[in-house]
């Protein structure tokens, strides 16, 4: 019988709860697609209490210990930079595969991390890290590796596009906008890191450092919050013809 690829997540949020799902309600298919069983080995959260929804023999507390057990991929949706950085480095250098969309860390210490997968032979994967489930990342990386690619630009924070989408279209401020936006889940409880264009940014170092073969980070980006850029009303500019929107660009 094929051994199992055994799965570590760390994390349980939005995100993690619909990894943990899709691992766990259809294992079949997952098989059929893999070539292999897929067995979710355990789930590591802040608080165990406060995820009762899940199966509690998988739960810990205790990430650096799920990563160190014996499985084959780390699967990381925590976010940030520190503690994850050590562990996600841990697991490559020992061999084990990890699937991350943290592009904090990433557009800081992307080349650590892929240095430890390649020392190791691991993959490293972040697809999800830019752009979500638009294939851009990879295409990039391996479709264009032949081209030169001089400029990049485009709308990558859906955050800033549904506040400055929605001011241009009832003509609503910019705090009001930003309330709804929280209101319906486009924008985090904190939503600095998106208004303020530090998650637009380190999503452009990932890119530019993939297009133009080069290290860029998000510190060496220029960013500009979206409430810097929203006027009290975006009305006017609608009879014209025009629209605002955060673009990020990097040209070579």
């Not at 851009?136 to 030169?148: C, F, I, M, N, T």
Request: hydrophobic residues 40%.
């Amino acid at each position: 019988m094929t051994e199992p690829v055994k799965v570590a997540l760390l994390g349980c949020g939005t995100v993690g709860s619909e990894v943990t799902r899709i691992l766990l309600d259809d294992p079949g298919e997952l098989a059929a697609r893999v070539g292999a069983p897929v067995e979710l080995a355990g789930i590591a959260v802040r608080r165990p209490d406060k995820h009762p929804e899940l199966p509690q023999e998988l739960v810990t507390s205790d990430a650096a210990a799920l990563v160190d057990s014996d499985v084959d991929i780390v699967v990381e949706l925590i976010g940030g930079i520190d503690p994850v950085r050590g562990w996600l480095v841990s697991a490559l250098r020992k061999g084990k595969s990890v699937v991350t969309g943290n592009k904090a860390l990433l557009s800081e210490y992307g080349d650590e991390l892929a240095a430890a997968a390649e020392e190791s032979g691991a993959d490293l994967y972040y697809e999800a890290a830019v752009a979500g489930a638009i294939p851009l990342l990879r295409p990039v990386r391996e479709s264009l590796a032949g081209d030169r690619i001089t400029r990049v630009m485009g709308i990558v924070n859906g955050t800033t596009n549904f506040i400055l989408s929605a001011m241009d279209s009832t003509g609503a401020g910019y705090a009001e906008t930003l309330d709804e936006a929280t209101r319906l889940g486009y924008a985090e409880a904190d939503p600095t890191a998106d208004v303020d264009g530090y998650d637009a940014a380190s999503k452009a170092a990932i890119i530019a450092s993939l297009a133009f073969h080069t290290r860029v980070t998000a510190a060496t980006c220029t960013a500009r919050a979206s409430r810097a850029s929203a006027p009290p009303t975006s009305r006017p500019r609608s009879r014209w013809g025009a629209r605002s929107n955060c673009c990020p660009f990097a040209s070579a």
